[in-house]
Structure formats: C-alpha cells, structure tokens
C-alpha cells in the first residue's frame, strides 16, 4: 500500500465514511491489539464529528506500515465500502461536484447571503403558521420571530449534541419571497466547494416544480433522470454512501401529500405515483439511509406529520441593518435615493414588517423608488407616497409598464399599440393568477400558458421579465410569478375587469353556475368567499380587488388598466357592504380584520381613525361596538399607539376580550387593568399564554377581581408560556392558594423576570410558597408582595431562601408587618447575599433593634444598593448604628429614613457617618423631627461629602437649613 493510496484513503475516509463503517474498522482495529481501549471509546464517540474524524484516520495512519497492511487485508478481505468509494464513486463525485458547482454558482452572490447562514430552531409549526396566508403571518406577528435557539448551515444536518444523531428528516419553513430556493443554492455551492458537511458524499437537490412534470417515477428513476451522471443509483439507496436528498418548494408541488393513505412500497425500482412516492420516502420506506431536507412556505409544510420531522428550522427575515444594506444594494447609483425609501418603509408600520421579507421588500422598495424619482416630474399624477398595498403593487405595475413605451419615435399608433399589448398580457397573466390561485397553483408550464391563451412570444417583454420568473431545464420550462403577492393582484385586476361584463360565477371557470350580474355581485361574491374559506389563501386577493375601488389607485392605473373615474360608481357601495360585514358574527376575528384591511384598501379609514383617537384619551369605555371593535383589533396590528404599549384598562369585556385573543397574541406590552375580570377571563388568557404564538413579554392584570382559580389558570401557562417576562397581578385576591399555584409554576418556568403580587392576601403561608420557588428559580430578578399580610414568619422563609438564591435583584416587602424579628432574619441572609440590589422594607413596624441587626449585615454586604425604610420606628438610638454602616459600607447609593423617629441625635449620628460615607448619593430624612442642629451637623457632612447628590428634607427643616447656612 503506497503512500498516494494512503493520502487517497485519507481523503475518502473523511469526506465519505458513514459511522457504521467507522465502527467496523475500528473493532477490527481493536481486535488487532492497534488501538487501546481508550482511543477505540474516544474514536467511538467522535465518529459523526468530520473533524474528529480526521483525527481518529490520523491516528489510524500513524500506526506504519503494520497498521497500513493490516487495514488493506481488512478492506480486501471484506469487500468493503472504501474499496468501492475509490474504485467506483469517486468518479461519479468528481462530475457530480463539477456540475452542482456550475450550475448552483450563477448568481450566487455570497457577501449578501449572510442572513441564510443561521436558521431559527423551532419546535414545531404554530396555529398561525398552519392557518394563515404569508402576509397574514408578517402583520400579526409584526415581522418578528420568537426569541429561538439559532443553527448555522454548516451544523445543519449534524447531531445537536455527543449523544443524538444526525437527523433523518429536516424541513425548513419560510414566507414566500424570504430566500428559501436561495438557501438551498447556497448550501449546495458551499458543499459542493467541499467547505461544509464532508461527511456527505452524494447532495441531490430536486425541485417539486420538477417532480409536477412526471405522473410516475421509482426512487432509482428519479436519481437517474435528473443526475444522469450517477451511473450506479443503488449506492445511495442501499445507504452505502451518506445521501442528502433536498426536495425545495413543497408548497409548488400540484398534488397535496396524504400520508394518512400512503401506499407502502419497499421497491426502488417499482414506479409509482410522484406523490405517492415522496411520501414513501418520507417515512423512511423508500432511500431509508439517505437524509431528506424539504423547504416549503409553513402552511404547506403541514402536509408532514410533524412526528416524522427530526428538524425544523425557519428563515429570518431581516434586520433593520439588513434591510438597509439591501435598500443599498438596490439603489447602489443613489444612496441618497435608499435612505429615502428606507425613511418611508419605517415610517410605516405595516409596511415595515413587510419588508423584512426580501421578496416584498424590492417590489416595496422598487414602487416607492420610482414615485420618488417622478413625483416631482409629474406631480399631477401623485398625490403623496405608496402606502397601502394596493398602491405599492399600481406603481410597480406602471413601473413595468412604463418600461414598455417606445421612446423614439413617440407617435400614438405606438404607444397605442403599446398599452393594447401589455392589456392583453396582463389580461392572460390575470386570467391564469386567478385560476391558479383557486386551484393553488403556483407554478406553470408551457402547457398552463397556452391553456390560457398567452403567447409565449409576448413573454420577452420587459413588463413580463418584471412579473414572471421562468426556469428552464432540460425536460421542460416552468413559470412563476416573481412573488405571491404579485399573481393576487394580477388576480384581482383580471377579476376586477371581467366582473364588470360577467354574466356567470367567475370563480367556476367552466361559466355552468347561476348567473351574476354588474360589478357589485361578483365584489360581494369575492368578498364572500374570501370570508368563507378555511385556508384564507384569498384574503391578499380581496384586498388588492378592494385597493382598485380607490381613488389613488384608479388616478394611477387609469388609461393603462383600469378606465378613469369608474370606480365611482361602486366604492360607496362597496364600502356599505365591506362594513356591513363586521356587523356578523364573526366580527372581532381574524377575518374582520381582514375585512378592516380592505377598507384601508378602498381609503376609507374614518372608524379607524376614531377607534385610534380613543386609544390616544384612554376613553374607549362604552364605545367597542362590533364595528368598532374590529377596528380596534386591526389596530392592535398597525397602530403605532401599540409599538410601546397596548392600553386596554377599563374598557373590555369578557366576550370582547374572548374575541381579541387572537390580536392579543402579539402585542409585547399588553395592560388589561381595572377590567373587572374574573377567572373566567384568566382562564382565556392562560390559554392565549400557552401557545407557541404567543409574543406578550410584558402582561399586567392589576386592580382586577382574579382569585386563586385564576392565579392556577394563569400558573399552568407559565409551564410552557416562552415570551412572558413580567406578570403584574396587584391588586387582585389570588390568596395563599394562587400563590402556592404560582410558585410551583417558578419552579419549571425560567423565563419570568418579574412578578408583582402587592395587595393580594398571600400570607404568611403564601410567602412559605414562593420562598421555596426561589431555592429553585434562577431567573426571576424582581418579586413585589407589598401589603400581603406576611408577617415575620413569612419574612423569615424568604430571608432563608435568599442566603442561596442569587438571581433575585428587587425585592418589595413593605405593609406586611415584617417587624424587628422578621428584619433581623433579613440581616442574616444579606451577609451571604451580594446579589439583591434593592429591598423596600416600608411601613413595617421596624425598630431601633431591628435596624442595628441590618445596619451591621451593611458592614459586609456587596450587593444592596437600594435600601426604603420609610415610616417605621427607628428611634434616636439607630441613629448610631446607621452612622457606624455608612462608614463602612461602599456600594448603598439610595437610603430612605423618612418619616421616622431619628430626632436631632439621630440625625447629627447619620451627619457625622456621612463624613466618611464616599457612596450614598441619596439622602431622605423627611418628617423626623430633626432641627437646626442635626441641620447644622448635615450641613458640616456634605462640606467634606461630594458624592451626595440629593437630600430629602421637609419644609420646616429646610428653613432650618436656611438658618444655618445664613449664619
């Protein structure tokens, strides 16, 4: 064995050993008495980890030439995989790696890609994934993922940790336009250039735009037909080389996947339907050793039962720096132009959480760029800049337009026969949006064009290269359009046109249903199934149909697409009929907000506007009609009142807050206070915190009428609730069994920071509760239980969880008659304590005693910053031992004595401590009967104290002070 077949094997064994192989070699290894036992244990573990791999095959040639013999009578002798990889695969890798590298290195511009390189670990689809339309998705959550653990592409298909493997079965989600086929282009020219994931010797990425083009395949086939190259297909479905197998786009596949009456089949010779065969393949009965990685928008990627998904992870959107260097990126000749169109898409909150999308984001900035670029050439044409959607895609279209006219010469034959064309393209284009869209149909071939009379020749266009994205493969060329978004509206402007000469349901494309007449009926029929239909998939289609009612929209498409001034005569009725449908029953859901977009559409924002001036006064008490109501849901989406904080004190109800739920969601700051809720309403609200939807960090049910079986509601959401940073239950009568619910809930919750239950009646035995949670939580900072009636024994439990809790920062136990023996149990536990920053010990009956048990836990304790000890019982006596603590003490920067009994001997003891004191800065003494000579001896205090920035006095100590000083 030579040393080039050495380094050869070297190589191969790297990039292609699969782990059961690994073991093999290493057992024989080991029964050769050429590996110890702990370098076989080591080599064991580390088999999936391709570095690690090289050092265990450097460990292997290090043995000589012994070693090298022996391991060429193994591979001999068992006729074994690496003999194969050499002699047949590599070959077939080698033109397997130069045609990917071709083909998938076009284009592919890697400095622009950095957003793909880290996905989002999820667990799972959420309700509003499998439900709603993409753009649906971006409004409700704002544009912004839950806070996910992230995965970089290199790690992708590898173990998450020694003791997992690798998965079998990883699916990718993402919105339409976010970079899903991108991805998949980037990851296979990466691998390809033998840069990440050398474990896998064979990638085979498929398109589902390509499987829609067979009826039947066998798994070999599909190998074979679409990397002809790969002589010998039965190495990867034998599982003798490690296979990844991407199969990007499920949500362009023309057969949906039913794996509940899959056809096993076993044989990867047998051809069988396309569908039939994907899903074999999927559950393993088919290729069972090679990985499988599908991208699909969320909604499709349903069809998989999720217990056969190993992994799933989702495309970020981008980042506010992200999207600028894209802006950049699109206007690269004007930057001044970018940081206009940026400055509009921020302006806008919807539009905003649009643009995180990629896709959206260069049809937004494209429209907005050219009404910059001509509003001042033609000001008579534009009335302000693009905002609604329907407006957005009208510039984008006279954009493309616009593109079309001749410029020289400028006779009106040609512009004529200019605008006729593109009528007729955009006629056919909107035809096959349409029915496409009904049979969700996202892609088309050459037979769907000719199907819909579109010739093929008037694709060339430069109207069409703006509209259609075509691919062209050996076997056949696909169509699509270059977003979503964009065949709704091309959807919506063939239904706009048509319907205004339709005799018949145009939504039954054979034209047998009963007979519809004038523009209205269709707009109310469109209207009507958009509300009707499970998947929403029509909601963006109504919408745009809505937005060509408008009076800017028709200004700007007028001669070109749409006759001038006809909107006339449908939008006031069209607008009665669009706000009568938010009188029903389903008003205040996810539909009625739809139904409000489509009136912003149609720009009649007159209920929105009032339900917006209410939100601002805090007055919308009495006011949340179901009309009304809608609004404020579709506000609770787009409004910037609700970017810092969504106030909704005092004015809900059960049902209305039963029907904002699913608004609720994705509000971060959310106030529901002084509502009179009872636990049936926590019982709502514990599920609105128990879904995987759930955005709210900061929730706040103060002054409400919530008892322990609300407490318990809310306290099982917590057990799985992710979002939830800060609960504020003030106020309430959870008593000591809710908070027992409560802090059991602590125990397994690690996401809660704050938790404020002042006034709710815990007890002594509800603080017993909490202080146990604290010896396990590890995340909760703040903790309020002012006026709860705790006592000195409640005091003490908490004092004894604080010697080893050590995340807790704020700490509020003032009104709860704590006293000298609670305090001094208090002291004890901040001598070990360095961590909590501020305690509120308020009105607690606390004493001189008390206080020279705390003042000397001072002496030593690192952590206190902030120290309340307002209207107690510190007599003349503490005064000293105050003083003797601020002299020692050098991290206590707030002290609050007021309105206690310190007299002026308390006072001039504090004065002369203040002397040496070089921390505090802030000083109450207020209220305590101190005079014109503890004034005298604070005044001496701060001529050598500079870091006091602030000292608290009342009005008749401060004449005092005057006094004094005018001496």
């Known amino acids: 064995m030579d040393e080039a077949w050495i380094n050869r094997y070297h190589k191969q064994l790297v990039r292609s050993i699969s782990p059961q192989f690994l073991e093999e070699i290493i057992c024989y290894l080991r029964q050769l008495d050429l590996l110890t036992a702990e370098e076989a244990e080591w080599a064991q573990e580390a088999r999936s980890l391709p570095e690690q791999v090289r050092a265990v095959v450097d460990l292997l040639a290090g043995k000589g030439s012994f070693a090298s013999q022996s391991l060429q009578t193994f591979i001999e002798t068992t006729n074994s995989q690496l003999y194969l990889y050499i002699t047949v695969y590599e070959p077939m890798v080698q033109k397997h790696l130069e045609n990917l590298q071709s083909y998938y290195g076009n284009g592919l511009e890697i400095g622009s890609l950095q957003r793909l390189t880290n996905l989002l670990l999820v667990e799972g689809l959420t309700d509003i994934q499998q439900k709603e339309h993409d753009i649906l998705q971006i409004e409700a959550t704002k544009g912004l993922q839950n806070v996910s653990k992230s995965i970089p592409l290199e790690k992708l298909f590898l173990p998450l940790s020694k003791v997992s493997i690798p998965p079998r079965i990883s699916v990718t989600i993402g919105v339409a336009g976010i970079g899903k086929s991108t991805l998949v282009k980037l990851f296979v020219y990466t691998w390809a250039k033998g840069e990440i994931n050398r474990d896998i010797i064979f990638v085979l990425p498929l398109t589902f735009r390509e499987l829609n083009t067979y009826e039947k395949l066998s798994a070999e086939k599909l190998i074979c037909s679409a990397f002809p190259h790969i002589t010998e297909p039965n190495c990867i479905s034998a599982g003798a080389a490690r296979t990844l197998l991407i199969l990007d786009g499920l949500d362009e596949f023309k057969t949906p996947l039913d794996f509940s009456n899959t056809v096993v089949c076993t044989d990867p010779k047998k051809e069988i339907q396309v569908d039939n065969l994907i899903t074999n393949i999927i559950r393993g009965n088919l290729l069972r050793e090679a990985s499988v990685w599908v991208t699909s928008r969320p909604a499709a990627a349903s069809q998989i039962p999720g217990g056969l998904v190993d992994r799933m992870t989702e495309i970020r959107g981008f980042a506010a720096a992200e999207m600028k260097d894209f802006l950049d990126q699109m206007f690269l000749d004007n930057k001044d132009l970018s940081g206009q169109v940026l400055h509009h898409i921020s302006a806008n909150r919807s539009l905003h959480a649009m643009c995180t999308v990629p896709g959206f984001c260069w049809i937004c900035g494209s429209s907005i760029g050219y009404y910059l670029k001509h509003s001042t050439d033609q000001p008579q044409e534009t009335t302000g800049v693009p905002k609604t959607l ?578």
């Open 390 to 967: 329907s407006e957005i895609y009208s510039y984008y279209f006279k954009m493309a337009l616009s593109s079309d006219w001749p410029e020289k010469p400028r006779e009106t034959l040609r512009i004529e026969q200019a605008v006729n064309n593109s009528r007729k393209i955009v006629g056919s284009l909107g035809r096959l949006a349409f029915y496409g869209l009904l049979k969700k149909r996202y892609v088309f071939y050459e037979q769907d064009m000719k199907a819909y009379g579109i010739d093929l020749s008037l694709l060339q266009t430069s109207l069409c290269s703006q509209l259609l994205l075509k691919e062209e493969m050996q076997s056949f060329t696909a169509y699509c359009f270059s977003h979503l978004t964009l065949q709704e509206f091309l959807a919506a402007i063939y239904y706009y046109t048509a319907a205004k000469r339709a005799i018949f349901d145009l939504f039954t494309e054979s034209g047998m249903s009963w007979p519809k007449l004038g523009f209205l009926n269709h707009f109310k029929n469109a209207v009507q199934r958009s509300l009707q239909a499970e998947d929403r998939q029509l909601d963006i289609f109504v919408r745009f149909l809505s937005g060509l009612l408008s009076p800017q929209v028709n200004k700007l498409l007028a001669g070109w697409l749409l006759v001038k001034d006809e909107h006339n005569s449908f939008r006031s009725q069209a607008v009665g009929f669009l706000q009568g449908c938010l009188n029903t029953d389903y008003a205040i859901s996810s539909r009625a907000v739809n139904t409000m977009h489509c009136l912003h559409e149609i720009q009649h924002t007159e209920v929105a506007k009032m339900v917006e001036e209410a939100m601002k006064n805090e007055s919308l008490a009495g006011m949340l009609t179901p009309v009304n109501c809608s609004a404020l849901a579709y506000l609770l989406q787009v409004s910037d009142i609700c970017t810092e904080e969504t106030n909704l004190s005092n004015c809900l109800t059960y049902n209305i807050c039963k029907s904002l739920l699913s608004q609720l969601l994705f509000c971060h700051n959310l106030r529901l206070d002084n509502n009179r809720f009872k636990d049936n309403v926590m019982e709502l609200l514990g599920s609105m915190l128990s879904v995987k939807d759930c955005h709210i960090q900061k929730l706040s049910l103060a002054e409400n009428q919530i008892s322990n079986k609300g407490a318990k509601a809310l306290a099982r959401s917590l057990l799985v609730n992710r979002s939830l940073t800060a609960l504020d239950l003030r106020n309430n009568s959870i008593g000591p069994t809710g908070a027992r619910a409560l802090a059991d809930a602590l125990k397994q919750n690690q996401v809660l920071l704050s938790l404020n239950l002042q006034h709710n009646t815990i007890k002594e035995e509800g603080a017993t509760f909490l202080a146990e949670a604290l010896l396990t939580n590890h995340r909760l900072t703040t903790l309020h239980l002012q006026k709860n009636a705790i006592g000195a024994h409640g005091a003490k439990r908490i004092a004894e969880a604080l010697k080893q809790n050590c995340s807790l920062k704020e700490l509020i136990l003032s009104s709860n008659s704590v006293g000298d023996d609670g305090l001094v149990a208090l002291a004890e536990a901040l001598k070990v304590n360095h961590s909590l920053q501020s305690l509120d010990l308020q009105s607690n009956s606390i004493s001189s005693a008390g206080v020279t048990a705390l003042t000397a836990a001072l002496c030593s304790n690192k952590g206190l910053i902030n120290l309340n000890l307002r209207e107690n019982s510190i007599s003349k006596e503490g005064g000293p031992a105050i003083a003797h603590a601020l002299r020692t003490n050098s991290t206590l920067r707030k002290l609050d004595l007021a309105a206690n009994l310190l007299y002026d001997e308390g006072g001039k003891a504090i004065a002369l401590g203040m002397k040496e004191n070089r921390a505090l800065k802030s000083l109450h003494l207020q209220w305590n009967f101190i005079q014109a000579k503890a004034a005298a001896a604070l005044a001496q205090a701060l001529q050598s104290n500079s870091s006091l920035a602030s000292l608290e006095r009342t009005p008749l100590e401060m004449r005092e002070w005057s006094l004094f000083l005018l001496r």
